[in-house]
């Protein structure tokens, strides 16, 4: 099947999915948790495997476990089971027991690559996990079962946008990016555009929920366009690093988990703080 066809059957049945399961607040949104866990395990392993291509040597088993990390202890907290100083507690053990790891070594050659170990595991410990922990953390805040679908609106239409604009018009725009030579202007735009779409139209479609501040909402609406951006391109500059084209085969059309989550993760911290702290 083409690949355009693949990518827009997976947004139009994927997407209305994925914001079903956000709506179904039960057990404080336990399904969400779930899915966000899961998600976070695969694409942790995603990002250990760009790493074992540039020769570091990363043990199958802990990058899964240290993907679910921030994503369950989001929603321990969510549930009342932590404190987020307790959550912090743990996480501190578990860098620890990172760090505890290569005093064990049983020979001079198991020592070589403690340096690229040590550093992969912290690494996949905080991406993706730490940015799925700020979008469990969404549901703590009042009207959370409309916010998150909102927020996904927003960051997956730009991804969809932007890629529509590129291939439509972006052929002769101009491709600033090294480490995606295929993204241009005019998708920029049309990414940007679709933030300000969704975010504006919350704004007056559903008074409150982001506040009463019309420009604290346009300025939102810029900086999450910019923060989607920034990570589809961060990723980017990881797989070109570690040469290859995708991050994973498991979605059809899309590559990895991490190719098709990488548009939400920056932004999501973003979008947590100004729901606790810029909503005037």
Do not use: C
């Not at 703590?140 to 997956?156: E, G, N, R, T």
């Amino acid at each position: 099947m083409n690949k355009v066809l693949i990518r827009i059957l997976l947004f139009f049945i994927g997407l209305p999915a994925l914001l079903a399961l956000s709506l179904w607040n039960w057990a404080s949104h336990l399904p969400l948790a779930i899915a966000t866990v899961a998600v976070s395990a695969l694409a942790a392993d995603e990002a250990a495997s760009l790493f074992r291509h540039r020769g570091f040597a990363l043990d199958r088993t802990p990058p899964f476990l240290l993907g679910i990390v921030f994503p369950a202890l989001a929603y321990l907290e969510l549930t009342g089971v932590l404190t987020s100083g307790q959550s912090l507690g743990f996480v501190a053990l578990v860098v620890l027991l990172t760090f505890f790891r290569p005093i064990f070594a049983s020979n001079e050659e198991s020592l070589v690559p403690v340096l690229g170990r040590v550093a992969g595991n912290l690494f996949v410990l905080v991406y993706p996990g730490i940015f799925l922990y700020f979008l469990l953390k969404i549901n703590s805040l009042p009207d959370s079962p409309y916010l998150i679908p909102v927020f996904l609106l927003s960051a997956f239409g730009n991804d969809a946008w932007a890629w529509l604009f590129g291939t439509l018009w972006g052929r002769r725009s101009l491709k600033p990016f090294l480490v995606s030579p295929s993204k241009s202007v005019i998708g920029f735009v049309g990414g940007t555009l679709a933030s300000f779409l969704v975010l504006l139209s919350a704004f007056f479609l559903f008074p409150g929920l982001l506040g009463r501040s019309l420009p604290a909402v346009l300025v939102l609406s810029l900086v999450l366009a910019l923060t989607t951006i920034v990570g589809d391109l961060f990723e980017s500059s990881l797989k070109r690093s570690a040469g290859v084209k995708d991050s994973g085969t498991i979605i059809p059309g899309r590559g990895g988990v991490l190719d098709s989550i990488d548009s939400l993760l920056f932004s999501a911290p973003l979008f947590y703080l100004f729901l606790q702290y810029g909503r005037f």
